[in-house]
């Protein structure tokens, strides 16, 4: 089955760079689209960007160009980099498949809590 | 690009129907079909309830319907069971190929 992994440092000092990994297992990265989802502690959902199995991505204009997000087939896994992070960056980062017909988030990674402290 | 507003909380008793509203914008859901609903429960990744905002994953429960009319989305809960207290968020795709959630409602089953 469908099955999505979030792996990274659970602590990262401000105005350093935030990274993340999402292994993918059972089914390739070639064929679907991949998205990261944030969760500030006690607080609600925000969409962070997307990746497409072209390497296209799309990102919260709130962010600006602080995230980068990248793909590696050959890892069958994608990442995501935000620099200059501050502490409102703390939060559970999540990973999710997008199913691209109907624009939702269909698979979950089951997160991962990342703290911004020095 | 603005969160979808929902009510911070709703609540209801076991059997009882609640419905929770979204509202979006002519940017978001105004302009697409493509509304999701997500049920979190606590500690939890978020789970698919509804997509294409009326639509149901045939895993999820039948007391879940979605509904949307112009700039708003509603999820509606009947029969409500305990299990079914939760967080629920809306999502709806939105211009440029970029999403936005709302805020979350709590879900209380008194």
């Known amino acids: 089955q469908v099955q999505l992994q979030e792996s990274g440092p659970g602590l990262v000092k401000p105005s350093e760079t935030l990274s993340l990994t999402c292994i993918v297992s059972?089914?390739?990265?070639?064929?679907?689209?991949w998205s990261w989802i944030r969760q500030p502690p006690g607080k609600g959902l925000e969409w962070i960007g997307y990746i497409n199995y072209s390497g296209r991505t799309t990102h919260n204009p709130s962010l600006g160009s602080r995230l980068t997000i990248s793909i590696d087939t050959s890892m069958n896994q994608f990442s995501l980099k935000l620099s200059s992070v501050t502490a409102a960056d703390t939060a559970v980062y999540y990973c999710?498949?997008?199913?691209?017909?109907?624009?939702?988030?269909?698979?979950w990674g089951q997160g991962i809590l990342v703290t911004v402290s020095s | 690009q603005s969160a979808l507003t929902q009510p911070a909380s709703v609540s209801g008793s076991p059997g009882q129907s609640i419905t929770i509203s979204c509202t979006g914008t002519?940017?978001?859901?105004?302009?697409?079909?493509?509304v999701s609903w997500y049920q979190q429960h606590p500690g939890k990744a978020p789970r698919l309830m509804i997509y294409e905002a009326t639509k149901r994953p045939s895993r999820v429960s039948n007391r879940f319907s979605g509904a949307k009319s112009g700039n708003t989305a509603s999820l509606t809960v009947s029969g409500l069971q305990a299990e079914d207290e939760a967080d629920y968020y809306c999502c709806s795709f939105a211009s440029g190929s970029t999403w936005v959630f709302g805020g979350g409602t709590k879900l209380t089953v008194l």
């Open positions: 002519n940017s978001d859901i105004g302009s697409y079909k493509f």
């Open positions: 059972g089914i390739s990265v070639n064929t679907y689209y």
């Open positions: 999710s498949r997008v199913d691209g017909i109907i624009q939702s988030f269909d698979y």
